[in-house]
């Protein structure tokens, strides 16, 4: 068993762990900056093949914030990564690990994992998690779809119906028609992802505050206000990626 374990303990209690600063890199706030430029470490990690087997056990490091499933937080802390690409996986751990994507939350976890193989085994096992039934809920109010009660609020056929018409208008080309992304140009998938946290992180990149972002994006979502970053999250959280959907759970027997 890794000594990783030991590690998740230690900082899900709060005890203070010595662990050095994350390192910075020029973002796009820089003249010179490129997106997705290749090199270094994340290229390393690509070009191996990973082995989801041994990710298994890097994947425990991630998995006290993500949960074992890759399921995420519904309040949006931390996305849903099961049925991720493992080239999305690769670039935004290589990405923090380097300081060109801040997460000071996540980099003394990233850092644990000790070279580009293990990245890309980690990334390898994250893919083939099946795709949790229950997720991504639009959620007006923080903190209510935690609720056993909860319901959707009353503008949810609203909220989607015009984030539809959004998305399909300009986010459609990137992500695709069922918010599968594309591995192959490191687009996500956002399908089902938690919906405070495609509207954290959208809000992040109009706002020029998540420092790896695509410039292609932001020139195309710098335009949009609150108010429709609320209805294109809606929209993208109710989507279903056709894929490895895991199995419902059996009903209890009355």
């Known amino acids: 068993m890794k000594a990783s374990l030991l590690l998740i303990s230690l900082l899900t209690a709060g005890i203070a762990f010595a662990a050095p600063p994350a390192p910075k890199s020029e973002g796009i706030e820089g003249k010179d900056y490129k997106w997705n430029a290749q090199g270094g470490e994340k290229s390393e990690a690509l070009n191996k093949k990973g082995d989801a087997k041994a990710g298994e056990e890097g994947y425990e490091t991630c998995g006290a914030c993500h949960l074992p499933s890759g399921a995420g937080r519904p309040d949006g802390t931390f996305p849903q990564l099961a049925g991720q690409h493992t080239t999305v996986l690769i670039k935004q751990m290589a990405d923090i690990r380097a300081g060109l994507r801040d997460n ?35 959620d007006s ?77 932001v020139k195309i979502i710098k335009k949009y206000t609150d108010d429709q970053l609320i209805s294109i999250s809606a929209y993208q959280a109710s989507l279903v990626m056709p894929g490895n959907m895991c199995k419902p759970k059996a009903g209890k027997k009355k």
Do not use: S
């Open 141 to 217: 109010k923080p903190g209510d779809n935690m609720d056993k009660n909860w319901k959707a609020p009353a503008d949810t056929d609203k909220r989607i119906a015009d984030g539809k018409a959004l998305y399909e208008k300009e986010c459609l080309e990137c992500h695709g028609k069922n918010g599968e992304g594309n591995k192959e140009k490191f687009y996500p998938v956002i399908a089902g992802q938690h919906y405070k946290y495609l509207l954290r992180q959208m809000t992040e990149i109009r706002n020029g505050h998540r420092r790896n972002a695509n410039p292609d994006m």
């Open 104 to 138: 000071p939350t996540m980099y003394p976890f990233a850092a644990t994992l000790t070279d580009a193989q293990e990245l890309a085994n980690v990334a390898a096992y994250i893919e083939k998690l099946c795709i949790p039934l229950d997720h991504g809920h639009y």
